[in-house]
């Protein structure tokens, strides 16, 4: 099991980069973000330790989302101790969705894995062509319209584009917070994959993070992206846990709640 300080430091950094609207974080123990967007991680609440929580909170958690207009959603760490808190929400009619795997490396593991990228820059926000590129091919338009201006309003966020020939051919979102760098939204041209552009961007992230002093990474992906994972391995990361989203069958006032 991870320490509790990093889950807890993981956690906050986390939503510190996807910028939820409100967050209510007077419930001990718990971080309750509220976005009317599409970004499943500024929706759900999140516990800031993966010892076993009271299922009595499921109750009071779920009229604070209420009194402000949203359907309560959860994203919960897959550990023995939440089984009985799983347990009373799908005896509430809540069900299982997206497994994700939080991965984990060290910036100085990470470094001599990367190609070095001269051509990339790191920008404190995202330009026309960053957007552009975030926004592009194989991202539903509402959602990644959602997910921009998510990042957009983040605290401590570089914004990475590898750029060659005057044209935004890869970029990447890298959070700076609580100990970490959070590697987010990564994407590459498909006509440019295959070059190793995505391992460039993140070069420049870490060399960031290193000059930061902060010495760890992370980063969240979908436990049934092969690919990705096998990147990942690759360049040292390590399960640090897996999650799943939580959700009921009823919709927020404000918007349907999404699948990711």
């Known amino acids: 099991m991870p320490a509790a300080a990093d ?17 209510d974080d007077t419930v001990p123990g718990w971080l309750l973000p509220m976005d009317p967007g599409t970004v499943g991680r500024a929706q759900c609440a999140v516990p800031l330790s993966h010892a076993a929580p009271d299922a009595g909170l499921i109750g009071d958690i779920t009229e604070r989302y209420r009194a402000r207009g949203f359907a309560v959603a959860w994203r919960l760490p897959d550990v023995p ?24 490396t060290r910036v100085a593991d990470l470094l001599p894995r990367l190609p070095q990228g001269p051509a990339v820059q790191l920008a404190d ?5 960053w957007l552009a590129m975030f926004l592009g091919e194989g991202l ?31 970029c990447g979102a ?19 994959r295959g070059r190793g552009l995505a391992g460039a961007v ?17 980063l969240q992906v979908d436990a049934s992206n092969a ?15 897996g ?5 009921g069958l009823r919709r927020s006032k404000r918007g349907a709640p999404p699948p990711l």
Do not use: C, K, N
Not at 125 to 129: E, F, G, I, R, V
Not at 153 to 158: D, E, N, Y
Not at 174 to 192: I, N
């Open 140 to 170: 539903d338009p509402v959602d990644g319209a959602s997910r921009s201006r998510s990042l957009a309003r983040a605290r401590g966020t570089g914004f990475a584009s590898f750029i060659e020939g005057g044209q935004t051919l890869a």
């Open 243 to 247: 999650y799943a989203y939580w959700r």
């Open 7 to 23: 889950v807890e430091s993981l956690e906050r950094a986390t939503l510190q980069a996807v910028a939820p609207e409100f967050i």
């Open 174 to 192: 890298a959070s700076f917070g609580h100990g970490w760098l959070g590697v987010h939204g990564m994407r590459t041209a498909a006509s440019q």
């Open 81 to 104: 101790a939440f089984g009985p808190f799983t347990q009373a929400l799908g005896g509430r009619g809540f069900t299982r969705r997206q497994p994700t795997l939080t991965q984990v």
């Open 227 to 241: 690919p990705a994972l096998a990147l990942y391995r690759r360049l040292g990361f390590e399960t640090a846990w």
């Open 125 to 129: 926000a995202p330009d026309a062509a």
């Open 202 to 218: 993140m070069h420049a992230m870490a060399l960031e993070a290193q000059r930061r002093g902060i010495e760890r990474v992370f």
